[in-house]
C-alpha cells in the first residue's frame, strides 16, 4: 500500500510538472527575441535559438573572471527580452549564474510569470547611456 501512495504521488508530481512544461512553453513562444533558460529544452520546445547556454557560459566565467563583467553587460543590455530560472523564488544563488551575473538580472528584470518549478523574468527594458562628464 505504501508503495502505491508514492506511485500515485510521483504520477501526480509528474502531471503538474507536465502542465507547467507545457504552460511554460506556451508562455515564451509568445515573448519576443531570444531568451536565456536554465532548462534548455524549455527553449528549444518554444523555438528559441540556443544563443546563451548557462551553464556553459557560468562555467566559462569560473575558469576566466575576466569574462564575467562581458557577461553582465550582455545580459543587462537587454539582449535578452525573457530569463527563465529554475525553482520557485527570485532571488536566490543559481548554479548556472555568478552572483555579478544574477546581481545584474535581478536589478535589470523582474517577474512576469511563476509556474510551479520555474520563474520568468522579463526584461525593465534598456539601460539608459551613462551620463557623460559634459552633459550639465
Known sequence: PVTLKNYRDDLQFTRVRAR????AVGYLRTRPGPA??????????AGKPLGYDAFFVNDRVKRDPGSET????????GAFP???LEGDAVPGPKLRFSAKVMDVILRHYHVALRVPGM??????G????????SQP
Open 20 to 23: 507547467s512544461f507545457d504552460t
Open 36 to 45: 536565456i533558460c536554465e532548462n534548455l529544452l524549455l527553449c528549444f520546445e
Open 70 to 77: 562581458a557577461v553582465a553587460a550582455l545580459v543587462g543590455g
Open 82 to 84: 525573457t530569463i527563465e
Open 119 to 124: 520563474v520568468f523574468l522579463i526584461s525593465n
Open 126 to 133: 534598456p539601460s539608459p547611456p551613462p551620463a557623460s562628464a
